[in-house]
């Protein structure tokens, strides 16, 4: 379980395909504090670590994992938001999330508010599980949704969190992986099933 609060960007430094699955090498400041099996938060997918280095350390997305997200896009030298696994008696700064993509998104605006910035998204399925005011986990950053209409929404993002994720390298066309409150699946689930 993770909070949607991203610890550190870590970079991309080999992809190695091994069947219908990727390996990929991450080279992240916080490699000698990680453990093998361990869960971290990769672009807000859940993957375990399967072996640690001096300074990077190895994941293996699954073919459902990579039919699913936009891993199957990684290339040597992207940026990735890392976030490892939620501490129990730590605060809740984000929101619940679980590391398991929901769906994927396309930027399809992004606006310069001279201090601050407003991306806005697009989804080819209809979104009923996003509310106004509502988090939404958007490459692993926990995020408030607002102008949420059948297939678009739109967030706000300070400079500390421009900064300090991947959101700086994102541009128009980009696709990225989304996590909707599970709180909100929940309901949905047993208003379905009623």
């Not at 504090?33 to 640690?52: F, M, P, R, Y």
């Not at 992207?78 to 590391?99: F, K, P, S, T, W």
Request: charged fraction near 20%.
């Amino acid at each position: 379980m993770f909070t949607g609060i991203i610890e550190q960007i870590g970079v991309v430094s080999k992809v190695e395909s091994n069947y219908s699955n990727k390996t990929f090498t991450i080279d992240a400041p916080f490699t000698s504090e990680l453990k093998i099996d361990q869960s971290v938060a990769h672009n807000g997918v859940c993957l375990t670590v399967e072996k640690v280095f001096e300074s990077s350390y190895e994941v293996t997305a699954i073919e459902e994992t990579l039919n699913k997200t936009v891993l199957n896009n990684w290339e040597p030298g992207m940026l990735v938001n890392l976030e490892r696994c939620m501490q129990m008696n730590a605060r809740l700064d984000g929101h619940i999330v679980q590391g398991h993509v929901d769906g994927i998104a396309k930027c399809i605006n992004v606006v310069d508010k001279d201090g601050s910035w407003e991306f806005t998204f697009e989804t080819s399925e209809k979104l009923v599980l996003i509310v106004e005011k509502g988090s939404i986990c958007i490459n692993g950053v926990s995020l408030t949704a607002f102008n949420v209409n059948d297939f678009q929404f739109t967030v706000a993002i300070i400079p500390y969190t421009f900064e300090h994720t991947n959101f700086k390298t994102l541009h128009l066309g980009d696709h990225v992986n989304l996590e909707f409150d599970i709180i909100g699946k929940y309901v949905q689930r047993l208003a379905t099933t009623n």
